[in-house]
């Protein structure tokens, strides 16, 4: 072989692995540059719509699937559960610390025995004005409902409750902490019971 020959050889080889190392480069490079989206995608998405075995502080969960994914080996059927980060607005098995709900719906979605409904809660960010089925600590309210909307046995009528952020001067059916009173009346409006009259307050905080 030629001494020209052989050097045009040797430069093609050269400037195929150089094309090379240049491709491998810019794969590492893209890799590098994905991975901390992947990761921040993993993180904001976190458990949401995970199936699980258990629900960890911080998720409820909307479905609930029997089988024997959960039991360990054993011939039963355990639950597994539909993860869920809390939002307003979400209808889920259970409530949620910083939450309440406004009405609860029935349906197999979240029991645990074949062919038997369960209840599901609406779950709802408190806010002043907002007509829930549970009180919370930072509200007070002025007003009381019966209907069917907050009811735990179906057809049997429930209390709900018109939530109100304490200021001066308000009317309300229950003391917030942190607050007094200065006058009471009495009144159908907060009354856990129809139609039976029961102490309102005139906040002083």
């Known amino acids: 072989m030629s ?14 692995l150089l094309a090379a190392l240049a491709a491998l480069a ?3 490079s893209g890799a590098a540059a994905t991975a901390p989206a992947s990761a921040t995608t993993t993180t904001a998405t976190g458990l949401d719509g995970v199936w699980a075995c258990d629900v960890p502080s911080g998720y409820v969960y909307d479905q609930i699937s029997m089988d024997r994914t959960c039991s360990g080996g054993g011939s039963w059927n355990s639950p597994q559960f539909h993860l869920r980060t809390p939002v307003d607005g979400l209808t889920a098995c259970k409530s949620s610390p910083g939450f309440v709900y406004d009405y609860i719906s029935w349906g197999y979605s979240c029991s645990q025995q074949p062919g038997v409904i369960s209840n599901a809660y609406h779950l709802r960010i408190p806010v002043d004005g907002l007509t829930a089925c549970m009180g919370t600590p930072a509200f007070t309210y002025d007003y009381t409902g019966h209907d069917y909307s907050c ?13 109100r952020k304490p200021v001066n001067g308000m009317w309300a059916c229950s003391v917030p902490n942190g607050w007094t009173y200065s006058a009471t009346t009495s009144d159908r409006d907060c009354a856990l019971l129809p139609n039976v009259p029961t102490t309102k307050f005139r906040l002083v905080g």
């Open 3 to 16: 001494v020209a020959r052989t050097a045009r050889t040797a430069r093609t080889v050269r400037s195929a």
């Open 26 to 28: 810019l794969l590492l």
């Open 151 to 163: 009811s735990l046995t179906q057809g049997v009528p429930s209390n709900n409750f018109h939530l």
